[in-house]
């Protein structure tokens, strides 16, 4: 890949948004087409804002402060999205572009409190548009920040032929990262 490195990432999202949209439909169809994926706004942030606090059974992780990820956030290498069923934000995701490693990082994911509408699939379906960002970017790689330890090796099952990265001298994983071709078909002309 890398031959598009310099296109801008305002020139790609919308194909990614109606990709992944579809591509999420199809492969949830027992959501009933009823799943969207959106750039984050203030109208979702104020939906947000509502969600009861989770940290207490995340192991300290959520509760993020998405006002100012958004604001904090609007540079050319981050973009933000919202994962909608049924008109109802249940998901968030912040992602950072590595143009230098050619990776598309999901730094933060957050799924609604406790609900259990898209529970095991926003994770699945953040890595699937962040992959698709990436391959219409030219990188190569996706991955996952931080993972919350109780869960990083579930982010395996997500990120197929994985690598993890870890802290130095110890176990804590510090990154999940795979080929963006392991996670979406990218077809070849063969």
């Known amino acids: 890949m890398g031959y598009f490195l310099n296109i801008k990432l305002s020139d790609v999202l919308a194909s990614a948004v109606d990709y992944s949209t579809n591509v999420v439909n199809q492969k949830y169809p027992h959501l009933g087409s009823r799943v969207s994926i959106c750039k984050l706004n203030q109208q979702f942030i104020a939906e947000i804002r509502q969600w009861p606090s989770v940290t207490d059974v995340k ?4 509760d993020w402060d998405w006002d100012a990820i958004y604001h904090d956030r609007k540079k ?3 973009y933000n999205f919202s994962i909608i069923l049924d008109g109802v934000v249940e998901g968030v995701v912040s992602c950072r572009l590595n143009q230098r490693d050619e990776d ?6 957050q799924r609604k409190g406790l609900s259990d509408k898209l529970k095991g699939k926003v994770t699945p379906i953040a890595v699937m548009h962040a992959s698709f960002v990436g391959f219409l970017m030219g990188f190569n790689t996706v991955s996952i920040k931080n993972p919350a330890p109780e869960i990083a090796y579930y982010y395996r099952g997500v990120l197929e032929n994985s690598e993890f990265h870890y802290k130095s ?10 080929k963006i071709t392991n ?3 990218v077809g070849n002309d063969e």
């Open 59 to 62: 192991c300290g992780y959520g």
């Open 76 to 78: 050319s290498n981050f």
């Open 104 to 109: 598309v990082c999901i730094e933060l994911i």
């Open 169 to 178: 001298n110890s176990e804590d994983v510090v990154r999940i990262t795979t």
């Open 183 to 185: 996670i979406i078909d």
